[in-house]
Antibody, heavy 117, light 109 residues
């Protein structure tokens, strides 16, 4: 079964760092790309960025450029989303999704991130 | 920067009725690069349509997509109870690389 398993919910304080993960299984990890999508409480989907797993090229939405870092460890079929310094406004659900050509066909269940002092 | 505008924001319909959802792009989008997703409360989004009109695996044929250029449509021919959800369009390829529309909520009337 093709699936993306995301790491568990996180509760952090402002200024702390965080790395959440997304592990792919059931398919050839490097044959697809991984996208990250934010959904703030009660709001719509926002694309954050992409990592192309064949060459590890990353692209970011202008809204998230410099705010987060996307990476991957192909040896363990895992992609990551990293913050160096969290803000309260980073409180949201974060989804990873497998990208096939121009769309995202398999989604993780999401990781809830809560940032509060 | 390309912007996708979905309308209406909310669609109130009864089971069995036809739903027509619009996605308008601020610049022309290749049909290959237009997708639709469904999201139910507490769940991750699910791919419905890719390439503007191709149904994803396992998607019932009551869902159909059409359109080209700047105007795209998702049609649900006869609403089933499980179809009441939020629907998003998405484009790939124009700056920024990926954009989502703001969503249309299909609610029970």
């Amino acid at each position: 079964e093709v699936q993306l398993v995301q790491s568990g919910a996180e509760v952090k304080k402002p200024g702390e760092s965080l790395k959440i993960s997304c592990k792919g299984s059931g398919y050839t990890f490097t044959s697809y790309w991984i996208g990250w999508v934010r959904q703030m409480p009660g709001k719509g989907l926002e694309w954050m960025g992409i990592i192309f797993l064949d060459d590890s090229d990353t692209r970011y939405s202008p809204s998230f450029q410099g705010q987060v870092t996307i990476s991957a460890d192909k040896s363990i079929s895992t992609a990551y989303l990293h913050w160096s310094s969290l803000r309260a406004s980073d409180t949201a659900m974060y989804y990873c999704a497998r990208g096939d050509y121009y769309y995202m066909d398999v989604w993780g269940k999401g990781t809830t991130v809560t940032v509060s002092s | 920067e390309i912007v996708l505008t979905q309308s209406p924001g909310t669609l109130s319909l009864s089971p069995g009725e036809r739903a027509t959802l619009s996605c308008r792009a601020s610049q022309s989008v290749s049909s290959r690069y237009l997708a639709w997703y469904q999201q139910k409360p507490g769940q991750a989004p699910r791919l419905l349509i890719y390439g503007a009109s191709s149904r994803a695996t396992g998607i019932p044929d009551r869902f159909s997509g059409s359109g080209s250029g700047t105007d795209f449509t998702l049609t649900i021919s006869r609403l089933e109870p499980e179809d009441f959800a939020v629907y998003y369009c998405q484009q790939y390829g124009s700056s920024p690389l990926v954009t989502f529309g703001g969503g249309t909520k299909v609610e029970i009337k």
